[in-house]
């Protein structure tokens, strides 16, 4: 006879937790552990940070430092920046710096980097060690050792150039003052900038290099590929997000240039003005200080800072995706 009982499916056996259908409560430990760091921050950047906001749209000067309060103007000190040609031609300045500044930093940097790469393991700590003494290198110390190698008197850039032949460098450079014009002064400020910050580039730069296997470089000699071929191919398709970090950061730091400018080319000098110079010009730079004008440029600057930086996240969270 055939069996005509109903056949009985078996489902796997399921754990039942005494927890099932709750949620789940989130972890209060690591907000704990953080919360002290974010409570210094708190103090140290983002209150300074919203005060100058709210100093932006106030009249602040003596009698408001005196305690009177603050005249509330709306956005008046945004319009008189934006009607300034000054605050245009100080923009300009820092976005050509910058531009210039950030792109030798990465190039040099990265040379010096693959440059130490090729060292063998006692050298390279020995070079790179070296190296970095200029990346530890004070701006105001950095910034007066400049002045004086392309000072007017005794300064030793000038002595060399004023021994070369005329017809190769032209004559004139003993009085020759490197501080007198927004391009000679922008030209040793960013021989200096690029100096200090080209060291932190390299050492990234060969950190980065120590993680890529080996392998992979003697598979591309092998396939006849040179140096040049490998380091596109190989070396910044796997050094990509270290060099968008890199780069973010160096726009950030040159964006922001102030020590060096300021010991170089000092108040007297406006034609060699940044935004960072000029806001502090504003705000300090005179018997009756516009603090709300220089919060107001300080705000422009932020804001320009921010958005490179979002940019920069906005590309990193979508690199992270395609993965």
């Known amino acids: 006879m055939l069996d005509t009982a109903p056949a009985v ?32 921050i708190a103090v140290l950047m983002f209150w300074p940070m919203i ?16 305690g009177e309060p603050a005249e509330q103007v709306g956005t008046e ?14 923009l300009k300045h820092t976005v050509l710096f910058a531009v210039v500044a950030v792109s030798l930093t990465l190039v040099v940097g990265t040379l010096i980097g693959l440059l130490l790469h090729q060292l ?27 002045s ?7 300064g030793l850039v000038n002595w060399t ?34 100096w200090q910050a080209c060291p932190f580039i390299a050492v990234s730069v060969l950190a980065g290099l120590k993680s890529v296997p080996g392998e992979l470089y003697e598979a591309a000699r092998v396939d006849g590929s040179g140096p040049w071929r490998s380091f596109w191919s190989i070396t910044f398709p ?19 240039v102030f020590t060096q400018l300021f010991v170089m080319a000092g108040m007297a000098n406006r034609d060699s003005f940044n935004l960072s110079l000029y806001a502090y010009s504003e705000a300090f ?39």
Do not use: H
Request: hydrophobic share 50%.
């Open 9 to 40: 499916r078996k489902t796997p056996d399921r754990k039942v937790s005494g927890t099932a259908g709750r949620r789940r409560r989130p972890r209060v430990g690591p907000y704990l552990l953080i919360a002290p760091t974010l409570a210094v």
């Open 51 to 66: 005060q100058i906001g709210i100093m932006s749209f106030q009249k602040v000067g003596n009698r408001q430092l005196r």
């Open 77 to 90: 000190n945004y319009d008189k920046i934006f009607d300034d040609p000054f605050f245009w031609q100080t």
């Open 120 to 146: 063998g393991k006692r050298m390279s700590s020995f070079v790179a060690g070296g190296v970095m003494v200029a990346w530890a290198t004070p701006p105001v110390t950095a910034a007066i050792i400049f």
């Open 148 to 154: 004086w190698l392309f000072g007017t008197t005794g």
């Open 161 to 194: 150039l004023d021994l070369l032949p005329d017809w190769l460098v032209g004559g004139g450079w003993n009085d020759y003052n490197w501080f007198s014009t927004p391009l000679s002064t922008y030209t040793v400020l960013t021989i200096c900038v690029v």
């Open 238 to 256: 796997l050094l990509k997000p270290i060099f968008m970090v890199l780069l973010v950061m160096s726009i950030i730091w040159d964006f922001k």
């Open 285 to 323: 730079g005179s018997l009756n200080p516009k603090l709300g004008m220089g919060s107001a440029i300080a705000m422009v600057l932020t804001v320009i800072l921010l958005i490179v930086t979002a940019l920069y996240v906005r590309v990193m969270v979508r690199q992270g995706e395609t993965r």
